[in-house]
């Protein structure tokens, strides 16, 4: 590798807030949050929506994303369509 041109590797944080899972790994991501690890050594701490914890792809659990809310609320948008066959 030519120096200089990479960014810094570094042991990081990443917290999935869905499953409440952390995960220790080497990043060049960076932070200005830290959290105290298990290991006693404190780390930058990056907050992630979804992970390999709680992605359905990988858990094997699909999960419902409130479809009823959002049947009724394009119901009432664009009111209701006919009946298929008509």
């Not at 949050?33 to 780390?43: A, L, M, Q, S």
């Not at 979804?50 to 409130?66: C, E, Q």
């Amino acid at each position: 590798m030519k120096p200089r041109i990479h960014p810094d590797s570094r042991p990081v944080v990443f917290r999935d807030r869905a499953a409440d899972v952390a995960f220790l790994t080497r990043s060049t991501a960076d932070s200005s949050r830290t959290i105290e690890w298990e290991d006693g050594n404190t780390y930058p701490l990056i907050d992630v929506e979804i992970s390999s914890a709680s992605h359905p792809f990988y858990t094997g659990k699909s999960r419902v994303l409130d479809t009823a809310g959002r049947v009724e609320r394009f119901e009432r948008r664009y009111g209701r369509t006919a009946t298929a066959g008509h």
